[in-house]
């Protein structure tokens, strides 16, 4: 078992940068793939990033290819989502997960993850 706890969120204003944070403890942070997600008010989670166990593959929303990128430090057992070019619609809870049965490939659904953060707030204003 794993636990996750996000941080970075906060409040930017369009165009501005965030970079949230992951940190992993509990378990061998190397056997999970990563994934990002976020919720709005009313909506549904959504995928927003993933990365697999080596770093060696990652995928994105569509929503957010070219302004954010996912990494991950297996050291430091922690997964990274740096934010660029923020906006308005970006504004969500941002929620770290980990799934250990995924062998190949980037899953990209809420349901293909086992363990969930409690979620970090940005807010992007216009």
């Known amino acids: 078992q794993v636990q996750l706890v996000e941080s970075g969120g906060g409040l930017v204003q369009t165009g501005g940068s965030l970079r949230l944070s992951c940190a992993a403890s509990?378990?061998?942070?190397?056997?999970?793939?990563m994934g990002w997600f976020r919720q709005a008010p009313g909506k549904e989670r959504v995928f927003v990033a993933a990365?697999?166990?080596?770093?060696?593959?990652?995928d994105y929303a569509n929503s957010v290819k070219g302004r954010f990128t996912i990494s991950r430090d297996n050291a430091k057992n922690t997964v990274y989502l740096q934010m660029n070019s923020l906006k308005p619609e970006d504004t969500a809870v941002y929620y770290c997960a980990a799934d250990s049965f995924t062998l190949q490939g980037v899953p990209m659904t809420a349901r293909e993850y086992d363990y969930w953060g409690q979620g970090t707030q940005v807010t992007v204003s216009s």
């Open positions: 509990g378990h061998t942070f190397s056997s999970y793939v």
């Open positions: 990365i697999t166990r080596t770093g060696g593959r990652v």
